[in-house]
């Protein structure tokens, strides 16, 4: 996204020179950052549930508790595509 987003910046001088142009620019890349450490967070924290779950004594307390194995998070087919930033 951010490689579109220069380019678009390229083809017009004034709008790379704009202060709001870099701040957008640099939240863009913090929230793509953010994202990309939640999926990682999640699936850490899915794979150590997982291990878990399948260890003794949590096996005997699984169903008590009523937790079981979860997923890992992939993205849906089509949200794997950046969104575009038009202006």
Same mark, same amino acid.
């Given at each position: 996204?951010?490689?579109? =987003?220069?380019?678009?910046?390229?083809? *017009?001088? !004034?709008?790379? %020179? #704009?202060? +709001?142009? &870099?701040?957008?620019?640099?939240?863009?890349?913090?929230?793509?950052?953010? =994202?990309?450490?939640?999926?990682?967070? *999640?699936? !850490?924290?899915? %794979? #150590?549930? +997982?291990? &878990?779950?399948?260890?003794?004594?949590?096996?005997?307390?699984?169903?008590?508790?009523?937790?079981?194995?979860?997923?890992?998070? !992939?993205?849906?087919?089509?949200?794997?595509?950046?969104?575009?930033?038009?202006?």
């Amino acid at each position: 996204a951010l490689g579109r =987003l220069i380019a678009v910046a390229e083809a *017009y001088p !004034d709008l790379k %020179a #704009s202060s +709001n142009f &870099l701040d957008l620019q640099r939240q863009l890349g913090e929230i793509e950052n953010q =994202l990309a450490f939640a999926r990682q967070y *999640y699936n !850490d924290s899915v %794979a #150590s549930l +997982n291990g &878990l779950t399948q260890t003794i004594p949590w096996m005997f307390i699984n169903g008590i508790a009523g937790v079981a194995s979860r997923e890992f998070y !992939d993205a849906p087919d089509g949200h794997a595509t950046v969104p575009q930033v038009r202006f």
